[in-house]
């Protein structure tokens, strides 16, 4: 009785082990990577200079402001930004 509870523990173990140490790490990194991509691509083409875009989230949580952009780079100059929380509107 207790060799069957005894394997199915250590299968359980062994799953849960792979998914925490193997499987999630990997995916957030994926994730990350995706977003990143994502966002840089969208960045280079939304933001313009001496203009404040909250387009780059989908959530509009972070607002930049960059004061020139060399066109023959593409380099930013005088970044700012700032994340924040949007909260609903009570009426």
């Given at each position: 009785?207790?060799?069957p509870v005894?394997v199915?523990a ?9 998914l925490?140490?193997?499987?999630f790490?990997n ?18 083409t939304?933001v ?6 909250d ?5 509009g949580a972070?607002v ?12 930013w100059?005088?970044?700012s930004?700032a994340?924040f ?7």
């Open positions: 009785m207790v060799r005894l199915l250590t299968a359980t173990a062994l799953i849960t082990l792979y925490t140490a193997i499987a790490p995916a957030n990194q994926a994730y990350r990577v995706l977003a990143y991509s994502l966002l840089s691509g969208q960045a280079r939304a313009k200079p001496r203009v404040f875009t387009d780059l989230l989908p959530s972070m930049v402001y960059v004061s020139d952009i060399v066109s023959s780079t593409g380099e100059h005088d970044l930004s994340i929380e949007r909260q609903p509107i009570r009426g």
